[in-house]
């Protein structure tokens, strides 16, 4: 009997439309229950820079649809972050068969570690960075300045905080990444802290306002996070294989 040799590559394809079809209904279903709560999730996310105008300043809507299509795009970014860890484990349950046991091991607790990271670093932002930047902002207009920040232009400046704090924080699953694959060790990065040291400073420089103190509430966290990963690393280095002397 003939076997096809076509159908193990449309077997993965219906595999992976199956799973792309599970990951589009997890976003639309979380869409779905946010969306008529969307202008409140703006005024949540706002709630950091609304707190620190002066007073008779407000934001405005410099386009027609603003008021309507801005909540409704922040609704669609946070349906989305809210979505990933049931995203991340449909590529998991696709990638999973072709991996070994111990890949397996590796990967599974990488991938839920990476999400609470990832929302730690958000949280981060929003808790901790927000309030003193937005404070740093508006304490610096000169006078006769009156703010008003288009509700579109500041969304898209918290979204990129958000995501750069949220990447920042995954430097723990970049290091055992890259300690698994044999890219460097945990030696090989201890000797190199004084150089990520003065790089998570500049870091902090090029993603805060320009003052000590916020950058180092960034520098601080980032460099902390790198020696949990070097701790983490030692689990998931690749050991060094022992030469065998044979015996004349």
Known sequence: MSIDPAKPFISHLIELRKRLLYCLITLLIVFLALVYFANDIYQLVS?????????????IATDVASPFLTPIKLTIMVSLLLSAPLILYQIWAFIAPALYQHERRLMLPLLASSSLLFYMGMAFAYFIVFPLAFGFFTQTAPAGVLIATDINHYLDFVMALFIAFGVSFEIPVAIILLCWCGVTTPDDLKKKRPYVLVGVFIIGMLLTPPDIFSQTLLAIPMYLLFEVGILSAHFYAKKPRTKQVSKP
């Open 47 to 59: 709630a950091p820079l609304i707190k620190q105008l002066p007073a008779g300043a407000s934001m």
